[in-house]
């Protein structure tokens, strides 16, 4: 009891943010998406299945469910079916007054995912949400669970590890951000299971607001 009344004390003044299942609900661009692609190649692989590795970057999920060739010709083709079907995407809508109430106190804030930058970037920018750096999987920097981005965007950010925190939504998540040695705050409203080794947990973007730290005189 007296381990948890000293978790609920910590204060961030940093939050690094997952995109998909933590400020975007885009669970059905993804199905729409992959459906799409599936078709056009002959798949034969279930969205659930697909579904079930959601955090990887998408060739690591290509080949977990065992797809073996052609990585790149059915990332490019559900990249263009993920923003054909881009009106499947909504915001949380709770997660955007934490935004705004952010920006309002001139606070920052960051993006690490497993999604490509571009279309991170256009779908956020979409929902006028406008984080200081966004960091995706590149040949320099692997994606989750490695902890490569999350110490990419530390370290260009000049970050105190002991002021920030990931917001994620699974099991990659909270491995990529214990790797890296920062606090994690699993999002119970996303698309991952609640586990209890997750220390910090919330069921709506609006409890966020009891982790921020930042001068009220702002």
Known sequence: ???????????????????????LNSKNNMKFSWIATNDKFDLKKSFSKYFE???LPFNEILKKIGIKKNHKKIENEYKKNSLKFSNKIK????????FLFM???????????????ERTKKFLHHYKIFPKSIHSPSKK????????????????NKIKKDKCCYVGDTEFDYIAAKSAKIDFI??????????????????SPKELFKYLEYNSNQ
């Not at 915001?91 to 934490?98: A, G, L, Q, S, V």
């Not at 606070?107 to 930058?117: C, L, M, P, Q, R």
């Not at 920097?141 to 260009?156: A, E, Q, R, V």
């Not at 409203?189 to 080794?197: D, I, L």
């Open 1 to 23: 009891m007296q381990n948890k009344k000293k978790i609920l004390k910590k204060k961030f003044a940093h939050f690094i943010f997952d995109i998909d299942g933590v400020i």
């Open 141 to 156: 920097y692997k994606g989750k669970p490695k902890p490569d981005l999350l110490n990419h965007c530390i370290k260009i």
């Open 91 to 98: 915001i949380y809508k709770k997660i955007k007054d934490f």
């Open 186 to 203: 699993f999002a119970n409203y996303g698309y991952g299971r609640v586990k209890s080794k997750y220390n910090l947990v919330i069921d």
């Open 53 to 55: 590795n959601i955090g």
């Open 103 to 117: 920006r309002k106190k001139k606070i920052n804030f960051y993006v690490v995912t497993s999604k490509d930058y």
